[in-house]
């Protein structure tokens, strides 16, 4: 099991980013996904995620209205559409998956097993 996550930058606030999250050695629909941040000297928090079976999406209060998952089943991917981004968006962004978590723990990073490597969003003029 693999995540690659990609499409971090450098972006004015404003702007937008669209990071993706592909997936190999397994087939995302049994998973559930989730995207994750981490500011330095902050814990890691949810910012939006698929259940398992890509049955419902959730997005976190801080960022909802300006961002969107969505994924490509024929590539295995999985996206995070980031929109009107502000300077307290800095982050690294992670994603993850977990092919037994339940939905009440789709927001708590401690149940996922697998993770990609991260992947930076600077928002700043």
């Known amino acids: 099991v693999q995540l690659q996550a990609s499409g971090g930058g450098l972006v004015q606030p404003g702007g937008s980013l669209r990071l993706s999250c592909a997936a190999s050695g397994f087939t995302s629909d049994y998973y559930a996904i989730g995207w994750f941040r981490q500011a330095p000297g902050k814990e890691r928090e949810f910012v939006a995620g698929?259940?398992?079976?890509?049955?419902?999406?959730y997005v976190a209060d801080s960022v909802k209205g300006r961002f969107t998952i969505s994924r490509d089943a024929a590539k295995n991917t999985v996206y995070l559409q980031m929109n009107n981004l502000k300077p307290e968006d800095t982050a690294i962004y992670y994603c993850?998956?977990?092919?037994?978590?339940?939905?009440?723990?789709?927001?708590?990073?401690?149940?996922?097993?697998?993770w990609g490597q991260g992947t930076q969003v600077t928002v700043s003029s």
């Open positions: 993850a998956a977990d092919s037994s978590i339940i939905t009440s723990s789709l927001r708590d990073y401690v149940h996922y097993d697998y």
């Open positions: 698929f259940s398992r079976g890509l049955g419902s999406t």
